[in-house]
């Protein structure tokens, strides 16, 4: 099956190879297939590699079969997906607690099962959220954005803010936790702070509102732990109220955390996207 791409050159005045090897991340084997068929167009023209875009221009690029062979899974219910934004490229969904971002077993069923049927074709996960965690979702609809939404992921410009209920009162001031995590040597559901061989984790952590005896917090990820919010919080103290592994034994049904906005630019229109999840549903929880 043919995948044609299209998009004008918002990067500036960049050449050929440029664009596709810098720019757009496509891998040599597949640039090579490009350069080769000549399935490169800048304002409907075939181009060198060493020819200048400008900016504005329109690329169209199309690549087979053998270039990024199709993936298949099993396709789940279309009708479980809650859709905030959606392109060409790419998909935000917002997830409900309880649910697996993706499945460990190649049958098994989850959101991203869910979310290919509602696209109708094989999505790929950009970030994932833990089972008990709600809230936003991101997913790129095809091979080729792929690795750039992971490159601006990994670049921290993909802005992600969670809420969560913490036991006990936050102190009054927004602060950032950098205590490094590792994997717990006898549990390997969970992870540990772990100065040592652990690995570098931010949370910057903000008071919004306090109740008896918890408090809601706006937290933002500057890297992507497993588990981070998690263990940063019940590390200092401020455990999320439903913890089932952090901590356990507590009266609520489900973890107090919930994804609620997603912030960064579009990396093929350049355009500011802003995504909100609607936290009803997180919010009849807080007391």
Known sequence: MTMKISFKNHYGKVTVKELLEEKCLIPRKIRHFLRMKKHVLVNG?????????????????????????????????????????EDEHLIIVNKPEGMKTHGNEPTEIAL?????????????????????????????????????????????????????????????????????????????????????????ALTTVEPLQYF????????QLETGRTHQIRVHLAHHHYPIVGDPLYHPNQPYSRLMLHAYQLDFRHPLTLETISIKSDSETFQKGLA
Request: aromatic fraction near 10%.
């Open 212 to 219: 008896p005896k918890t408090t809601l917090v706006r937290c």
């Open 112 to 200: 991203l099962n869910h979310v290919s049927a509602f696209v109708g074709q094989t999505c790929y996960v950009i970030h994932r959220l833990d089972m008990e965690t709600s809230g936003l979702v991101m997913f790129a609809k095809n091979p080729f954005i792929l690795p750039i939404l992971n490159r601006l992921l990994e670049q921290k410009k993909i802005k992600r803010d969670y809420l969560a209920l913490v036991c006990n009162h936050f102190p009054e001031k927004r602060m950032t936790f950098k205590d490094k995590i590792g994997r717990h040597r006898h549990d390997r559901r969970k992870r540990v702070v772990d100065e040592r061989n652990g690995r570098t």
């Open 45 to 85: 023209k075939s181009v060198h590699w060493q020819e200048w875009v400008e900016k504005e221009d329109h690329v169209l690029l199309w690549f087979d079969e053998e270039d990024y062979p199709e993936k298949t899974i099993p396709f789940g219910q279309e009708e479980l997906v809650d859709c905030l934004y």
